[in-house]
């Protein structure tokens, strides 16, 4: 459904070029959930803003292909961006306490995606709309009606009084034309406002939320984290996307609201048949939600491939050191020496070539390319 | 063994004051808790956001003024003399358990005061106790026992990476040859890989220099690793307390079932059905009556929410709150 | 129902702060000569006169006087005021109209222009639009409101008045609203009355009248408010919910539309602070338009040293700048649904409000029980003072504790020592002039640095290394700021040429006798104006230049009407700015600093207290404040003025600094210093003090710019140092009688000069916060 090949992106800061991500590729199928996994600086949330075309102006994708059930968006226009977001791709992000508008009430956040992405249904549910049109021609009459009415006294009469109540009325009206398509808007929106909070409660009770009408009068920070997260996800699924990206939507919740809450991620994926990207650190969270993984390391993928597969036997030394680092059962513990590199200056060849067991001479001469069919690995000393 | 330090019902209250300054209630952070330090091991404490672990330790520190109990001192930590009652003592023997305790806090970008160079930053707990010979050399024989290099003394902290900074905090912990060390969240805000690496420094230094630990985190697996024994706690009182592997083998507390069961696990073989709880972590300052813990418990009964199970000791070592084990 | 009750007791807390007013007021009315004098008219006897001492308690002791004025104030009595020949509280109900129509018309122009322009900036951030509207701003906030009204006029109504038909000044058409069609006025704002009688043509006159005005005042706050916008923009487009937004699918302008609303609420709560700023800036704009509001009639006022009208006017817009200052909260409160309306109040604030109302009531009513509460309230000020005092005695332990009284005491030390003033000697050479005791403490302050560095000469040495590294990153990043570096180099040229003065500018032989910084009448010319020697400088037609001083002949930037050489006062002028600049600022730094950071630290009743005294102070308009004192004291020296900028300036810059030390005081290092066992002491001079210096040097810089400003708005209305001291101000408002004849060069050049300095200091202190601290912006 989403296959990504060979993405470059670059930023352009005070102190360089730093190069995020180098030539990564993906392949999510329809309906599976997709985990990329990795640390800081590894390049999992990058991917997934130039996939959206969300990545700041000083970043651009220098190369490589996005493409959608088939559509190339990589250098897809704005206009057909903003229907993939919200209405065909949903994203949720780590913090919902920030990631939510402060001054704005849960129902007209989430409207907006409705009206957006979902205005057939919307009007659908409303009787004397004509579907697809939001003007209202009776605002439009009523306004000429009265320049006329107020241009016919105003040359007429000479009486002081009317005559500035005339031109009183006849500038107004001038300015009602300034300000004629947001009263038809304002008169659409209230013609359809019933069907949409009809719709906005529901998208909140899909998320499982008690009492979803209080919570769509309120304002986000009157909300606990947990319903805070369930709001975006509601927000991010009312526009009926195919697939949702979830940017570690856990990492800011408490240990039981996290259960919660990807609880509610994988009873939602059965209900409506999505394709969810998991992007986060925590490989727990992986090995909990997810089909298939990516792993990746300082801006390029290093380990493709079943999550079962990938847990019980890790191919790539990055994962095997990130899986033999995590604490557990046993009490030993070993750790990767060193750090992750800077972006600015990345290590040649193999990025992780500096801190790895296995590296040999020409680890730091040649970039190891994705090897394999289904399950894929990045490492010169891998044989598959 | 001797105990480091042992708190008696130790409460730390916080009035909400209404509109006119009456008393609305109370935010019990820390209320009515029990535990025992003993030498050389490292005790972690549980929990999630209000639970009150962080401010427990910070009454134990001293830093808040803790309501009613006591935290008790042990002849390690009193030097030779009895025990000794925390609330009793004066300035200057705060400013002695300051130099015993040392303080490892969280983040490792606001530990550090961004305009002192890596020496002056090590070196401060000696200048405030008048310890100023032979500084320079002790911090530079500190940088390298935590694994970094001696000759960035003089460096500022932005120059370092997250797991360095947060080696340079446990450095200067260090400072004073302390008895013990309060860990609060040191983990939380690092990768995996730099995790590990830090979590095995602790464990080094603890050998080396016969420390004891007060390890505070919301992650349960590497408390699971560093841990003796371990406290559960929900909204200011402790719910479970006992051996770390008997915790984790075997939960008795509702609530501590709860949390291990949302480890993950990355066998997918043994992945078992998680225990999902229903609801909000609830706010301090309006705790359920009865059992706290009562609204989201799957085996609550009627007489949860009236009565206060007491802290019981189950099994040898073992303690637990809670009506419904046996 | 919980906007209500803090509607409430927002409103309950501006009545101890009034009080402090009327208190400021009665202690500026002890200064000033006759006591009876406020309530006298031309006309009044001498029987009358004893009539109105015994009446009004004056010859009572100071609580009684003090009742009574309360009293008097809150029955409507304010005095009577020789100027307008009217009772004092009349004449604010016909004169307020005026200046309330003005300022409402500037605040929409201000308000409607700066905000898109803002908006616009932040979305074309580092673009050269942004880098135009904030030049466009800077420029707003630096010229002198005074000298850019005097262009405005110059230029439209008098050098195209034909095209523009717009009038000199003045509020309207005397001959129309007058004799030739006179028309109800209700409301007594001409606009709104024009609309309500139907007439256009009034309605056009009134207009007509009120653009330029309206224009200039509008000017200076459209430029702040366009700052104001775009940083708060720039805050919101950064955070978490902008990138929802976009990924939910909206368009730009929506996502700037959202972004937009949210930064209006912060916005919104600085404007109300501006309008203090208003009510200054009508004061220069009223007496150059002539109009005639409440800022004309100030101006009278102090000149007539009309006692009753200064203080009413004092009070006046107190109650003003509290009232807009209510208004914002409020509607901060309304739009925010973050702010938290229950916040628990203090004892500290349950007392205050409390003995306010008491007093209030009881000096309403009857002046005994004014007294007797007022004699309560005293001794319980004075018993918490002593409690305060005790209970902090039994509190110290060691040395370091006294450390919040010892800064207080070092503080008083410094301005007794800037302030003490030798009889000026002329015969000690004039580059020496700032040698005196202000220099001989710098040198001391010098020599126990570089001997703390002697001490530690091998730490110091080894710490060079990464601190040069600093520097070298913190110059590179400066040169990289164009509008910087531009700074730099206005302020040190300006520099230079107060230092180079004797050189760029010789004083005569006479002038050396008495003091280079007086500028020497040349008779000669029989008061009429000169013009610059350079043609191109003289922005008229050359007439011919005679004169022996200057280039070749005459003055290089012509002359005032009275023989003053320009360009001479221009260069010796950068001394009295540089002079009264680096002694008020430093002045007010340490004062600010110390008592923000003792507030700021320590919170508590402290911190209250101290923000109420502030809010005492900032109530009043700086200007009005300072003119104020100036007129009380009746002192015309310039040390006199910097006094009074001292005391209008410090409460601003003291909240500044007390927010700072209360945000880092919370920060994660002092923990965990004070989990190691450091005192106060240490923590406030180790960690809080090093971390404020970058806020207290910005801000430093930027009011080097803006105190010149404000004393080259008071030298502008005649006040300060005698009419012959070298003082831009004073030179341009020479300059404005002949604005009519088209001799520009007089007021042009010396605003000018303002301009540029003020411009200089605030671009450099703009430059040091982007290098000092990135986290920060404009």
Not at chain 1, 55 to 79: C, F, H, K, Q, W
Not at chain 1, 354 to 375: N, T
Not at chain 3, 92 to 110: D, N, Q, R
Not at chain 3, 334 to 350: A, F, H, K, M, W
Request: aromatic share 8%; glycine share 8%.
């Amino acid at each position: 459904m989403l296959e990504i090949k060979n993405l470059k992106t670059r930023f352009n800061t005070y102190d360089g070029v730093v190069k995020a991500l180098e030539g990564v590729n993906l392949d999510v199928k329809e309906g599976e959930i997709f985990g990329i996994v990795g640390e800081t600086g590894c390049g999992k949330s990058v991917t997934s803003y130039s996939l959206m075309q969300l990545l700041p102006r000083t970043a651009e994708v220098v190369s490589g292909n996005m493409s959608l059930d088939g559509e190339d968006i990589t250098y897809a226009s704005e206009s057909r961006m903003r229907e993939i977001r919200g209405g065909e791709i949903g994203m949720i992000f780590q913090d919902p306490l920030s990631a939510l508008n402060p001054v704005m009430k849960v129902k007209d956040q989430i409207s907006e995606v409705i009206r957006l992405h979902q205005k057939e249904e919307l009007e659908n549910r409303t009787e004397k709309v004509d579907s697809g049109n939001e003007r209202n021609p009776y605002i439009l009459w009523s306004l000429i009606f009265v320049s006329i009415v107020s241009l016919f006294y105003f040359l007429k009469l000479e009486d002081s009084f009317t005559d500035t109540l005339a031109k009183l009325l006849f500038w107004s009206s001038l300015v009602g034309y300034v300000f004629l398509p947001e009263m038809e808007s304002n008169s659409y929106r209230a013609r359809t406002a019933v069907a949409e909070t009809e719709m906005v409660v529901e998208s909140l009770r899909q998320v499982r939320l008690p009492n979803p009408s209080q919570v769509a009068n309120s304002y986000p920070h009157e909300l606990s984290g947990g319903m805070q997260q369930r709001v975006m996800i509601a927000m991010a699924l009312a526009g009926r996307p195919r697939l949702l990206i979830a940017d570690e939507p856990t990492t800011a919740l408490d240990v039981t609201i996290q259960s919660q809450i990807l609880d509610l991620l994988k009873k939602l994926q059965k209900e409506t048949g999505m394709t969810i990207v998991m992007i986060t650190h925590d490989l727990g969270v992986v090995a909990e939600m997810c089909d298939r993984v990516t792993v990746m390391y300082a801006g390029t993928v290093v380990e493709t491939g079943n999550a079962s597969e990938i847990f019980s036997d890790p191919k790539h030394p990055y994962t095997q050191g990130l899986l033999s680092a995590l604490p557990g059962e046993s009490k030993e513990l070993s750790s990767i020496g060193g750090s992750v590199p800077d972006l600015l200056d990345p290590p040649s060849g193999c990025r992780f070539n500096p801190r790895c067991s296995i590296a040999k001479a020409h680890c730091s001469v040649d970039v190891p390319l994705l090897k394999g069919e289904d399950y894929k690995v990045a490492c010169h000393e891998v044989k598959l | 063994m001797s105990f480091m330090v042992k708190t008696k019902l130790l409460a730390t209250h916080f009035p909400i004051q209404d509109f006119f300054g009456r008393e609305l209630g109370l935010v019990k952070a820390v209320d009515g808790v029990n535990i025992t330090i003993t030498e050389g091991s490292t005790f972690g404490i549980v929990g999630e956001s209000g639970c009150g672990k962080t401010t427990l330790a910070r009454t134990i520190l001293g830093l808040e003024k803790s309501t009613s109990g006591s935290t008790i001192l042990g002849s390690e930590m009193s030097e030779g003399t009895e025990e000794t009652n925390i609330e009793e003592l004066d300035r200057a023997g705060l400013r002695e358990l300051r130099r015993m305790i040392g303080v490892v806090f969280q983040d490792p970008m606001g530990a550090l005061n961004p305009r002192m160079l890596v020496k002056d930053l090590i070196c401060e707990p000696m200048v405030i106790h008048n310890q100023k010979e032979g500084m320079r050399e002790r911090a530079k024989e500190l940088l390298k026992m935590v694994g970094l290099n001696p000759d960035h003394l003089y460096r500022y902290p932005h120059q370092f990476s997250g797991g360095q900074r947060q080696r340079i905090v446990i450095a200067r912990a260090l400072a004073l040859e302390p008895k013990m060390l309060i860990l609060d969240e040191p983990t939380s805000a690092l990768d995996v890989s730099v995790q590990s690496q830090i979590l095995n420094l602790l464990k080094d230094l603890q050998k080396k220099m016969g420390l004891t630990y007060v390890f505070i985190s919301h992650d349960l697996s590497v408390i699971r690793h560093m841990c003796d024994r371990v406290a559960v706690m929900y909204l200011g009182k402790i719910v479970e307390e006992s051996e770390a592997e008997t915790l984790f083998s075997n939960p008795l507390h509702p609530y501590t079932q709860a949390l291990v069961s949302a480890i993950p696990s990355l066998d997918p073989k043994m992945r078992r059905e998680r225990i999902v709880l229903e609801g909000d972590v609830p706010s301090p300052a309006d705790p359920p009556s009865g059992c706290h813990f009562h609204p989201r418990c799957p085996i609550a009964e009627a007489n949860c929410s009236q009565v206060y199970p007491d802290l019981r000791e189950i099994k040898k070592g073992c303690h637990t709150a809670c009506h419904l084990v046996k | 129902m919980k906007l209500w009750l803090y509607v409430g007791r927002r409103l309950a807390l501006t009545i101890p702060v009034l009080l402090g007013v009327t208190l400021i007021t009665f202690s500026l009315s002890l200064g000033m000569g006759d006591p009876a004098a406020p309530y006298m008219t031309e006309k009044t006897t001498p029987e009358q006169r004893d009539k109105i001492i015994e009446q009004h308690n004056l010859d009572a002791p100071l609580p009684e006087r003090y009742i009574t004025y309360l009293s008097n104030v809150l029955h409507g009595e304010w005095g009577f005021s020789k100027t307008i020949n009217k009772p004092v509280s009349e004449a604010v109900k016909i004169k307020f109209p005026a200046t309330l129509e003005l300022s409402i018309l500037a605040f929409i122009i201000a308000v409607t222009t700066a905000i898109p322009l803002g908006i616009f900036a932040s979305i074309r951030h580092n673009r050269w639009e942004d880098h135009g509207v904030r030049l466009f701003a800077l420029i707003g906030s630096a010229v002198p409101i005074f000298w850019f009204a005097l262009i405005l006029k110059y230029w439209f109504a008098f050098k195209y008045g034909d095209i523009t038909n717009l009038p000199l000044g003045y509020r309207f058409d005397a001959f129309l609203w007058e004799l030739d069609d006179p028309i109800e006025r209700p409301t007594g704002l001409l606009l709104v009355d024009s609309i309500l009688a139907g007439s256009w043509v009034h309605f056009k006159d009134a207009f007509m009248h009120m653009i330029l005005p309206a224009a200039t005042l509008g000017y200076a706050s459209m430029a702040t408010t366009i700052r104001l916008m775009r940083g708060n923009m720039l805050d919101v487009l950064g955070q978490d919910y902008v990138r929802t937004a976009k990924a939910k699918g909206l368009s730009s302008t929506k996502v700037i539309g959202h972004a937009s609303k949210n930064a209006m609420i912060p916005t919104v709560t600085l404007l109300g602070m501006g309008f203090a700023g208003l009510l200054s800036g009508s004061v220069l704009t009223e007496t150059i338009f002539q109009w005639p509001g409440l800022g004309l009639w100030t101006i009278q006022a102090m000149r007539n040293l009309d006692v009753s009208a200064i203080l009413g006017l004092v009070i006046f817009s107190a109650v003003l700048t509290i009232l807009a200052n209510l208004l914002v909260d409020i509607a901060y409160a309304y739009l925010d649904p973050r702010v938290d309306l229950g916040s628990q109040i203090s004892i500290v604030e349950i007392v205050i409000v409390f003995l306010s109302f008491i007093l209030l009531g009881a000096a309403y009513s009857d002046l005994s029980l004014g007294l007797t509460v007022l004699s309560v309230i005293g001794f319980l000020a004075v018993a918490g003072i002593a409690f305060a005092t005790a209970y902090f005695l039994s509190t110290v332990r060691e040395i370091s504790d006294l450390w919040a009284p010892a800064m207080l005491f070092g503080t008083a030390i410094v301005v007794m020592s800037i302030f003490k003033n030798p009889e000026s000697n002329s015969e000690i050479a004039n580059y020496f002039r700032f040698i005196p005791d202000f220099s001989q403490l710098v040198l001391i302050m010098l020599a126990i640095w570089i001997l703390s560095i002697a001490m530690n000469w091998s730490e110091f040495v080894s710490s060079l290394g990464p601190r040069k590294e600093e520097w070298k990153r913190m110059s590179y990043q400066f040169v990289c700021n164009p509008l910087a570096v531009f700074g730099l180099v206005i302020v040190t040229l300006l520099l230079l040429m107060a230092l180079f003065a004797p050189v760029l500018a010789p004083p005569t032989e006479a002038q050396l006798e008495r003091d280079p910084m007086r500028m020497e009448e040349n008779f000669h010319f029989n008061h009429d104006l000169q013009p610059p020697c350079i043609e191109w400088l003289s922005l008229h037609p050359l007439e011919g230049c005679t004169g022996e001083r200057g280039e070749e002949n005459g003055f290089i930037l012509g002359s005032t009407n009275k023989g003053y050489d320009i360009y001479y006062g221009i260069v010796w002028g950068s001394r009295t700015s540089l002079d009264v600049a680096v002694k008020v600022v430093f002045t007010g730094t340490f004062i600010a600093v110390v008592i923000g950071v003792i507030s700021g630290y320590y919170g508590g009743r402290v911190d209250e207290v101290v923000m109420r005294i502030t809010d005492v102070f900032l109530a009043i308009p700086g200007l009005v404040l300072a003119l104020a004192i100036i007129a009380v004291t009746n002192d015309p020296s310039i040390e006199n003025l910097m006094y009074a900028l001292i005391i209008v300036w410090w409460p601003g810059f003291t909240r500044i600094i007390r927010a700072e030390a209360l945000r880092i005081r919370k920060l994660p290092y002092v923990e965990a210093a004070r989990a190691a066992g450091a005192s106060d002491f240490r923590l406030i001079f180790v960690h809080v003090l090093p971390n404020c210096i970058t806020s207290i040097i910005v801000i430093a810089t930027m009011d080097m710019g803006g105190i010149v400003l404000s004393l080259a708005g008071l030298g502008f209305l005649g006040f300060g140092g005698g009419p012959d001291l070298a003082e831009w101000g004073k030179l341009v408002s020479f300059g404005q009688e002949h604005l009519l004849a088209g001799e520009t060069w007089a007021f042009f050049y010396p605003g000018l000069v303002i301009a540029l300095w003020a411009l200089g200091f605030y671009l450099l202190g703009d430059g040091l916060r982007d290098i000092l601290d990135p986290r920060q912006r404009d």
